[in-house]
């Protein structure tokens, strides 16, 4: 335990020391949550939850392909309806049988295949032979029907079948003295859901009476196949693969037998020899639509057609022959990857056609069989996609694009998986999908969890609260700022504003700590919010007063810096109003320290260079502001203290009143005029709203009351400052010119004497 403590904190600290760039650790990240989830997927596979889907998928992709052309080297013989209703007979009896052999056999064909149970005789009256008949050892001597059609069967070209035992059913021995050489198994391998999927080419079969070894059989598909490849002009034998010698090779083709998880399976029972089947086609013979004057499918012609001979030779010539049920009424029906429903069924003569087909072209190298990856491949191919899935959340930044990107993967995937199949290879489809959007779930987690942390880090860095606006700039250079773990210091033009409440010393000594803190939170909040409401940044408490600053910490331009300004000015009037606010509600509830006097303020706002960045040590950082214009700040709040005209006083300095108007006015001789003097008052366009927004003459005027060159302690040159008055409406300033001098505000004094307030206009 010690041992891994140590070794965590060992990491830990490695890890600290190393500065990873974002693109790195992003990478890092989605390597990390690919394994994860590819892992995961991996497991969920092996315990076969994904199986379900990968089939549904599989199914309507083989729904969605294009049907083969018409295979004219089979033909199977359908017991139809039309031969029930003409005969009565449910299942064709010895007789009938036997007649379509003859019938068959005089037009030479490859090889035939009995898809009908002839291990006991066959009246074709019963629908169904019960398990105890189906176990039955007559002796063919005593059916003479059945004796003819077992002599039919000794044919060297006619291939009869037998069952092997299952779960639910016993086996179905061949038919008697038939040699094993001629019989093929007709077992289907049918899934969970019913659905028809694999072909099983070789079995064994234990017969219980027998004490022999177990007895291998091919399928009936696979004997008919090999006895037509025999007869080729350049004949196909089956022989062991060179890829491996427990493998089937016919021609060139290598019969890989599947794995458990081959292709969408997820542990598959695999007993014997299988492979995917892949379908022809969904039908019996009908015209191509997208060849015209040409067929697709499997051509088939009717029991009832054979029976009578009303066939011609070229149906049935050097073609091999199936014969089974195709009629609804004997229900030998499957599903098929092609069954949307109950009537879209298969019959099961139709499937062993199906791997007929799909033998003979692997063989003869027409078309591929269904190929599959191993596991590691499978593995490989969910991960890529889950490397694929994260970097796309990782490079999106935009939500919606990041939802298009995700469908675009999905497609991507969905579009891979039908031409992959299209080109007979079957590949997981699921799996990778669900990696993919496991990755990206993640990763956006992740970003999430990362954003909440380095907002709560950038929150840290800069120790006070911040606009939405400024947060979203800061958010945009989150990488650069906290690549180093702190704000690295820079030059910046801002405009800061100082607070400060007049005779807080005295007021606090009145009230018992918990309600002085109380009140002065109160006091703080609103002030803060007015901050926060015009973009600013709260950097810093001294008690009572309060440092913001607006324009940092990213760079601003000039037309940035000159709004700045104005939405520090603009700040310190909405001061003035909550100040307003907070004095008539303290009032009201007479609160002992208020009962006497209002609370007044002083503000001082000062725009210049500052130096901005972190400040301190890992152990205590903060964002601090730093240089002359702060300290500016300061004393224009401090400046003149006696002179408090009203209840939150604002002075600013010459350069911040240059953002307030142009610089062609601020430059002009009456503005210089009127500025030198102390107590002359003037107006000038102002809104609390953006000011390129209104007409000059439409904007509400704000008054401004020079108070003419003053020295502040620490600065070696006078310091122009102005007291902004308020803002009124133009009416309002209008009337204000009838007055010879601005109303003086009671109790206090003015150290000049007051001038007439006129207009500064923008120089036409």
């Known amino acids: 335990m010690r041992f891994t403590q ?234 062991n693969s060179t890829i491996n010698p427990d493998y089937l090779q016919l021609g060139e083709t290598t019969f890989i037998p599947l794995t458990p998880d081959a292709g969408g399976y997820d542990q598959g029972d695999t007993e014997g020899y299988q492979i995917f089947l892949n379908y022809h086609s969904r039908y019996a013979v009908v015209p191509s639509a997208n060849y015209p004057e040409k067929e697709i499918g499997i051509p088939s012609v009717s029991f009832l057609d054979v029976l009578t001979d009303t066939i011609s030779s070229e149906d049935i010539e050097g073609k091999i022959v199936l014969i089974g049920s195709t009629s609804p009424t004997l229900k030998d029906l499957f599903s098929t990857p092609y069954s949307h429903n109950q009537d879209q069924r298969m019959p099961g003569v139709f499937i062993h056609a199906q791997t007929v087909s799909q033998v003979l072209d692997a063989a003869l190298g027409h078309r591929p069989l269904l190929w599959f990856w191993p596991s590691w491949g499978e593995a490989l191919w969910i991960f890529g996609w889950a490397i694929a899935g994260g970097t796309l959340a990782l490079r999106c930044r935009s939500f919606w694009l990041l939802m298009v990107a995700t469908s675009a993967i999905v497609g991507i995937q969905g579009i891979s998986f039908h031409i992959i199949l299209t080109y007979n290879g079957w590949i997981p489809v699921v799996a990778p999908v669900l990696s993919s959007l496991l990755t990206i779930g993640g990763m956006v987690a992740y970003q999430a969890q990362q954003a909440q942390q380095q907002r709560n880090i950038m929150k840290s860095l800069l120790g006070q609260s911040i606009s939405p606006a400024i947060a979203d700039e800061l958010w945009k250079s989150r990488n650069d700022i906290l690549r180093s773990g702190k704000l690295p210091g820079q030059k910046l033009t801002a405009t800061v504003l100082f607070s400060d409440i007049k005779g807080f010393s005295t007021l606090s000594e009145k009230q018992p700590p918990d309600e002085l803190l109380d009140w002065l939170n109160e006091y703080l909040k609103e002030m803060i919010e007015a901050v926060v409401a015009h973009g600013g940044i709260v950097n810093k408490f001294t008690g009572d007063g309060m440092l913001a600053v607006f324009g940092v910490p990213i760079k601003r331009t000039e037309q940035e810096v000159t709004e700045d300004a104005r939405q520090a000015v603009r700040c310190a009037l909405a001061m003035r109003q909550a100040l307003d606010e907070l004095n008539e509600k303290w009032q009201d509830k007479h609160m002992p320290h208020v009962q006497d ?167 036409q």
């Open 597 to 763: 006097q209002v609370i007044q303020m002083r503000v001082g706002i000062f725009t210049g260079t500052v130096t901005a960045g972190s400040i301190g040590s890992k152990e205590r950082l903060e964002y601090g502001v730093i240089g002359d214009s702060v300290n500016t700040a300061s004393r224009l709040e401090s400046c003149l203290k006696a002179r408090q005209e009203d209840d939150c006083r604002i002075l600013i300095a010459n350069e911040t009143m240059q953002h307030l108007i142009s610089p062609d006015l601020f430059m002009s001789k009456e503005f210089q005029d009127i500025t030198n003097i102390d107590g002359q008052g003037f107006f000038i366009p102002f809104s609390m709203l953006n000011t390129d927004t209104m007409e000059s003459s439409d904007r509400p005027q704000l008054e401004i009351e020079s108070w003419g060159p003053r020295v502040l302690k620490g600065k070696d040159h006078k310091v122009n400052v102005y007291r902004i008055v308020g803002l009124v409406s133009n009416a309002e300033a209008q009337s204000t010119l009838d007055y010879t001098e601005i109303p003086k505000p009671t109790g206090t004094t003015l150290h000049n004497p007051p001038q007439k307030s006129t207009f500064i206009t923008e120089p």
């Open 6 to 239: 140590q070794l965590y904190h060992s990491s830990k600290t490695w890890f600290s020391n190393r500065q990873i760039a974002p693109t790195t650790a992003g990478a890092l990240i989605v390597l990390a949550i690919s394994l994860v989830n590819t892992g995961l997927l991996l497991t969920l596979k092996y315990m076969g939850r994904t199986q379900s889907l990968e089939l549904i998928a599989y199914d309507r992709a083989v729904y969605a392909r294009k049907d083969q052309l018409i295979d004219d080297r089979i033909v199977v013989v359908g017991v139809t309806d039309d031969y029930i209703n003409e005969t009565g007979k449910i299942n064709p009896d010895d007789n009938d049988l036997t007649t379509v052999l003859r019938n068959l056999l005089k037009y030479n064909p490859s090889v035939i295949g009995v898809d009908l149970y002839r291990n006991i005789p066959q009246s074709g009256r019963d629908s169904h032979l019960s398990t105890a008949a189906q176990g039955l050892r007559a002796n063919p001597g005593e059916y003479p029907a059945w004796e003819t059609l077992l002599q039919e069967f000794q044919n060297s070209n006619v291939i009869s079948i037998t069952t092997f035992a299952s779960e639910t059913s016993v086996a179905i021995p061949p038919p008697p003295t038939v040699p094993l050489e001629q019989v093929g198994f007709n077992d289907l391998l049918i899934d969970t859901d019913n659905v028809v999927r694999r072909s099983l080419l070789m079995g064994w079969h234990q017969d219980p009476e027998a004490e022999e070894n177990p007895q291998f059989y091919f399928s009936l598909a696979m004997t008919l196949a090999i006895h037509y490849l025999a007869e080729l002009p350049n004949p196909v034998f089956p022989g």
